[in-house]
């Protein structure tokens, strides 16, 4: 049986990231670049996140091919 749920939180994740994203640049469009910070911020601190999880995983899995 194959489930789903953590690739669907993964989405719901993205998609969070996304929206966040997308808030503040609508934010920045309006020339409210104060308000633009904090959905802009947000979305920069949970891809940093990510980036760095991938990162670490794809290290771990290098180191583990070249022994």
Same mark, same amino acid.
């Given at each position: 049986m194959v489930?789903?749920?953590?690739?669907?939180?993964?989405?719901? *994740?993205? *998609?969070?990231?996304?929206t966040l994203y997308r808030r503040g640049i609508e934010l920045l469009e309006e020339r409210d670049f104060?308000?633009?910070?904090?959905?802009?911020?947000?979305?920069?601190?949970?891809?940093d996140r990510r980036l760095k999880?991938?990162?670490?995983? *794809?290290?771990l899995l290098l180191s583990c091919v070249g022994r």
């Open positions: 489930t789903y749920t953590g690739s669907m939180r993964h989405e719901a *994740d993205r *998609d969070s990231t996304l104060e308000e633009a910070a904090a959905p802009l911020a947000a979305a920069a601190r949970r891809e999880f991938y990162g670490l995983r *794809d290290n």
